[in-house]
Nanobody
Framework: QVQLVESGGGLVQPGGSLRLSCAAS????????MTWYRQAPGKEREVVAG????????NYADSVKGRFTISRDNAQKMVYLQMNSLKPEDTAVYYC?????????WGQGTQVTVSS
């Protein structure tokens, strides 16, 4: 079955950096577009960044452009989110997502807290 396991979250000061990882299994990773979402307290889940199956195309929410970078390693079945210049408003639970056969699959999420 499809499994997504996120890691790498934590507490960081404003201006700091974190690298999130998502380990994928149970599907043909090299054929799947992958997406990072986040959900802040009291807010709806929102798209942060997406990457095509080959890694040749990426897209970002306006709020993170220039600060976050999504990447993937198809050999290791991993997708990453490098987050730089973090702001308090980036505080959220970050989720890895894949859509297969019209079904949405999510990991358990990893908490990112940006605070001094």
């Amino acid at each position: 079955q499809v499994q997504l396991v996120e890691s790498g979250g934590g507490l960081v000061q404003p201006g700091g950096s974190l690298r999130l990882s998502c380990a994928a299994s149970g599907f043909t990773f090299s054929l799947a577009r992958m997406t990072w979402y986040r959900q802040a307290p009291g807010k709806e889940r929102e798209v942060v960044a997406g990457i095509s199956a080959t890694g040749g195309s990426t897209n970002y929410a306006d709020s993170v452009k220039g600060r976050f970078t999504i990447s993937r390693d198809n050999a290791q079945k991993m997708v990453y989110l490098q987050m730089n210049s973090l702001k308090p408003e980036d505080t959220a639970v970050y989720y890895c997502n894949v859509v297969r056969a019209m079904n949405n699959y999510w990991g358990q999420g990893t908490q990112v807290t940006v605070s001094s």
